[in-house]
């Protein structure tokens, strides 16, 4: 399974974003799909997921409201939808694949977003 993430760039404050997670080797909807971020000199954390089947969905409380999550099956992709971001959401954005979010068995390269004006 290798998974690839883009999207990221450079963006003002209030702009946005669309992250993307693009699957080979499996099926994505076989498995919880998470977007984690690392902001510098802090720890790594969960910002959303989309399980499989119904696609239920996780945001953190800090991007609650601005950020949304799908999942393209036909394209074997899921996409993470960034609205007015803010120079905290700033970090290396990764996506990750298993049957527990909160413990992947897969991780891709990571997206680097930067909020700054």
């Known amino acids: 399974v290798q998974l690839q993430a883009s999207g990221g760039g450079l963006v003002q404050p209030g702009g946005s974003l669309r992250l993307s997670c693009a699957a080979s080797?499996?099926?994505?909807?076989?498995?919880?799909i998470a977007w984690f971020r690392q902001a510098p000199g802090k720890e790594r954390e969960g910002v959303s997921c989309?399980?499989?089947?119904?696609?239920?969905?996780y945001f953190a409380d800090s991007v609650k409201g601005r950020f949304t999550i799908s999942r393209d099956n036909a394209k074997n992709t899921v996409y993470l939808q960034m609205n007015n971001l803010r120079p905290d959401d700033t970090g290396i954005y990764y996506c990750?694949?298993?049957?527990?979010?909160?413990?992947?068995?897969?991780w891709g390269q990571g997206t680097l977003v930067t909020v700054s004006s």
């Open positions: 080797g499996t099926t994505l909807d076989r498995y919880a």
């Open positions: 989309i399980s499989p089947g119904e696609g239920g969905t």
């Open positions: 990750a694949a298993g049957t527990d979010w909160k413990r992947p068995d897969y």
